[in-house]
């Protein structure tokens, strides 16, 4: 997946849990033992996070073998990623790749299926994730985003021009900023202009400005059905997304109205994949190899 996380954010995730050292493992008097860790499927999985959690464990100090890729779906049971090191190396990387690797692919799966049902009814449409990640971990949530199929919707502020209500406050409503219109377009020449509106009527109202993308807020799928089709007619390639409220029990309801976008943040928000992750002092774990390894 094409995401850049630095060293820095590896480090930063590895400090988070591992201050100093283990001591635990320091107190056992077992941190110099040789050993292996795995990490496999509980259940049908779309993985992410295996290449970062890899670097983790590098970065300790272990040799990590890769041997499936973030955004590959593996069925339950599947060994994805194995490390061999010190004992108090796998230690420490323990919690923290596990924790990566559970909830990036859990983001990743819910992706995958929300796409799929989506395009069942609908194979142009396009599932699109919000800002709403937890801070911090932006780069990684997009990572999963794109490993289960989806795309982010906006990766900043800086990215697209989108004027909401609370823009709309500032400048007296919507004929504010419709008077606006050109002098948007001439200071953003190579961006598209979007606006949401949260009704039909503003809808019409700014596709007869020429708007690039309207975006509808928390309508319903029998409103969107009926608003679609009119806008169209008025501005044929405009591009149309319905956000608010879209989550994986009514995508299909929504993917049905015709709109281009299903802008949410669902994906985001649920249970973490099921990870099982094996530590094994060296001499017992000779049955654990993986069947193909891109070693790091």
């Given amino acids: 997946m094409p995401v850049f996380i630095s060293d820095e954010e590896i480090e930063r995730f590895i400090r988070e849990d591992v201050a100093y050292f283990d001591l635990t493992t320091f107190a056992l008097g077992i941190g110099a033992l040789p050993g292996r860790i795995t990490f496999a499927t509980r259940h049908d999985t779309v993985v992410c996070g295996v290449e970062e959690a890899g670097r983790v464990l590098t970065k300790l100090g272990a040799i990590a073998d890769i041997a499936h890729a973030s955004g590959e779906r593996l069925p339950a049971g599947t060994l994805f990623l194995a490390a061999t090191g010190p004992a108090q190396t796998l230690h420490q990387g323990w919690k923290v790749a596990v924790n990566l690797l559970e909830y990036a692919s859990g ?48 990766l900043g502020l800086s990215e ?29 020449r190579e961006k598209l202009i ?72 669902a994906l985001y928000f649920g249970k973490p994949a099921d990870i099982e992750a094996k530590l094994t002092p060296e001499s017992d774990a000779a049955g654990s190899a993986l069947p193909t390894t891109r070693r790091r």
């Fill in 107 to 154: 983001i990743a799966t819910r992706a995958r299926a929300m796409v799929d049902a989506a395009r069942s009814v609908n194979p142009a449409v396009g599932v699109m994730t919000t800002r709403k990640t937890f801070p911090g971990s932006r780069a990684l949530a997009i990572k999963a985003v794109l490993s289960g199929g989806a795309m982010p919707h906006r």
């Fill in 160 to 188: 697209t021009v989108l004027a909401f209500d609370q823009h709309l406050a500032f400048l007296g409503g919507l004929p504010g900023l419709l008077r606006q219109l050109d002098d948007v377009r001439r200071t953003c």
């Fill in 194 to 265: 979007g606006i949401e509106v949260t009704g039909p009527d503003d809808a019409l109202t700014v596709a007869r400005a020429g708007v690039d993308v309207i975006q509808f807020d928390k309508l319903a799928p029998e409103t969107l059905a009926e608003i679609v089709p009119r806008l169209r007619q008025i501005r044929p390639h405009v591009v149309l997304a319905a956000a608010g409220g879209i989550a994986l029990d009514n995508v299909r309801a929504y993917a049905t109205t015709g709109v281009d976008l299903l802008v949410t943040s």
